[in-house]
């Protein structure tokens, strides 16, 4: 990190000041902090990545293709699962973007808990270690769902792996807690709650999620590793207890969670959508209170996900039909960011190119959905690569899309550097492709009759024969969409050698982080006296000298 | 009102009766899954034509181009705000509607099913039929309504006949049930949707849609194999049918669980150390009390076959064990199998 600061200004920038790794690893900045979650994210996901790469290798042809047996592939799916989920999705988008942007966005000093910032790093990285010591003990095979009594009759390291997830949730509740007082009290005068940026809503609805969520995930995993340790009889059977509590339980946080997920990449989108149509947000207060209803509604759905576990159909009708009200507000943003464009002026630089890949993705996403919703549909397409195709493409074609889209978006601001803008595009395009050709293959696989955490699919192949076209589609697919993603680090990390120096707006956005230098300096600057609507974009005028959009007064 | 909604059920129905355009050839000729399916497939790709297409065309129409700056347009408007809300809520509520009747109905078993038991274990089937008989494939007779009562011996299964459009978690400790009526006679696949372990993606078996005259006269007969056959030939189709092939090889592999090649006569080293000379009667306690000897360098995962072997099944599972060690046993069985004990159930 010893770059640029050729600036003739004074103000260094924070990545230098103060200098010394020490400095780094005791810093209470929030931007350093966010890049620090950045780059342990990203490892994370690369991680995760190559398992993706690992299970659809081994599924490309029917029978043991690269591994020998059901047992290490299904520690291949698990450990793609919790890494993803719990390493990668949960922290990406609030601790590293959030973290960067969100006292920036508020003209705010730090946080409010700067230690408590820095901390929800460390037990990152502690939850970290935790699966890499999974990793080494051969990992567990579970799914990331924990089912019982399976993981607690299992001879796999689940306590390990369930202290790791438990270690993380606090993590997340860190953050959340952080960023729910950061928001409520530190926003400057005159920015009223209607007045704040809608990634900031977004974040806000997350925070909620977060803090009253996680503590039933943690709870319940305890219990969990209460019940493998000394035998008390709470989810197994065998001793007493109900495997479908432990369904209730999990799925408690884990639907929740799915929003943790996604409302921050909506609220990235939101932003990113009306800057590069240089219009004015459509719909303001319904985007707001959408991320609310989201939120909110998100915590009475989780029966969806057991249907069929034998509970009983009056409950899954009530499921059923509280799941497709959360439907309705996802519905409501699509429409106003539509309408946003509406005679814009469009430009596909890549933020924007990945939030265009976010609406056409999660739209399948959301839309595919709707079977899954409704109970009759959901009896046969539940537990099958149908619904693995359906949340790739909300999780993966939707917070993956809002998350890179945030990093083509701020990478400039947190870093100073620009990147190629087209190299960019054309890893939009490899991951757009390479995406549909991985998952949309599973819908029809999975409707046809190819359960999900199938290691070999030989003994359907009498009565599908065209499993095995879909599964090496899907497989071609996967490497075109890795490489996608291999590109964009590429393209990114190029630009920290050769990319040129960032202006400090480069897209001419109205926000207040656009409004300090490229990077910013160590201490943030005040927000001005007067804050003014941040989807104003008419006195940002485009300079050709500084490569960057100016105020004009 | 509900009338209305009905008539939408109809748009799926062309789809519904192609066989195979998207979804699997059904079992029956009822699909009422299908019609509800076929209509979302409808509605999603017309919703997401809109919205893929609207974004299309903003974005080549209004794409940025020198000279030319974005238009001021109205920031807020309720009136379009509470149209794209209320069709998004009209258009779920059908769905919902459509996907709870149907729902209902597959959930509400007619009286005078022809009940059937399912027993699950990693990683097997056992259907259980009314005269006692158990096998690992499921046979039923066409166009009579089936119900599945089912529970698992170990960890969650799930049950799923795609033929069918049927699914249902199979629990320990606990009954599920399903019903179906199968009106196309053939042989349809049936296999496990909730993870469980190891050789999850080998617990299938296949769905025998029968008439009833070949269904009766198939029960008939496969009842009768213990004794027409002789006893070792009954033990290896046992240990097929009860899934003790899932986890036990007879080449010497080592699989879940130690081979059956040769162990007959042979010692056995224990968990704990002890060493047990394999005979009848170890074999017959392996079966029905799998945890009070744990071989060495296994794990306890064999659940009990108490009450799904009589003492004839494992007298011929014994006896196929036997006939797996080439050399005569070392010993012979230090006492009989004595009826009376009362550990095994048989009927
Ligand atoms: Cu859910
Ligand atoms: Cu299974």
Redesign the interface.
Known sequence: MDMMVSSPTPPKSYLVDPPGLRSWLLTRDHKRIGLMFLAVISASLALGATFALLIRTELTFPGPTIVS???IY?RLFTLHGTIMIFLFIIPSMPASLGNFVLPLMLGAKDVAFPRLNLASLYLYVGGLIFFLLVLVLGGV?T?WTF?A??ST???APVVLAVVGVFILGFSSIFTGINFLVTIHTMRPPGMGWFRMPLFLWALYGTAIIQVLATPILAITLLLLAVERTVGIGIFD??LGG???LFQHFFWFYSHPAVYIMILPAMGIVTEVICVF??????????IAYSSLAIALIGFLVWGHHMF???QS?LV??IF??LT??V??PS??K???W??T????????APPMCFS?MF??LF??GG??G??L????????V???AFVVAHFHYTMAGGALMGFLAGLYYWWPKMTGRMYNLAQGQISAVLIFVGFNFTYFPQF?VG???M???????T??LD??PEFTFYQILSTAGGFLFVGGLVMVAFVLLRSLFVGRKAPANPWGAATLEWQCSSPPPHENPPAPANVGDC?V?DDFCFDESAQGYVKVP | MFAALDSIWHVGLPFAQTDGFWLPGAATTDPAMDRVFYLILVICSLLFLLVVGLMTFFLVRYRRLPGRKAEKTATQNILLEATWTVIPVVIVGVIFYQGFVAYMRMQTAPPGCYDLRVSARQWAWQFIYPNGHIDDNLHVPAGEPVRLTMTSEDVIHGLWIPALRVKMDVVPGRYTSVWFRADKPGAYDLLCTEYCGDEHSSMLATVEVQTREDYDAWLKDAANYLKTLPPAEAGKLLYKRRGCAQCHSTDGTAGTGPSFLGIFGKSQKMADGRSVIIDDNYIRESILEPQAKIVAGYQPVMSTYKGLVSDDDITALIEFIKSLSKKSPLRAPTHSVDRGEGQGVGK
């Open positions: 047996t059901g047992h299904n095979d799914g089912y009594p399976y009759s299992t001879a059977p065998a109900d495997p479908i149509s240089r219009k004015h947000i459509f719909g303001y207060k319904f069929v576990s034998g159909p899954g009708m059923s039909a497709f009200a439907a309705i519905a409501i699509v429409f106003n539509l309408a464009m509406y005679k814009g002026s469009i430009g596909l265009l609406i056409a739209g399948i839309l595919t709707l079977f919703g409704s109970l009759v549909t959901n009896v046969h539940h537990d099958t029809i409707s046809r009759g359960p999900r955490r199938y290691f070999d699919y003994r359907l009565t599908h989807y974009f």
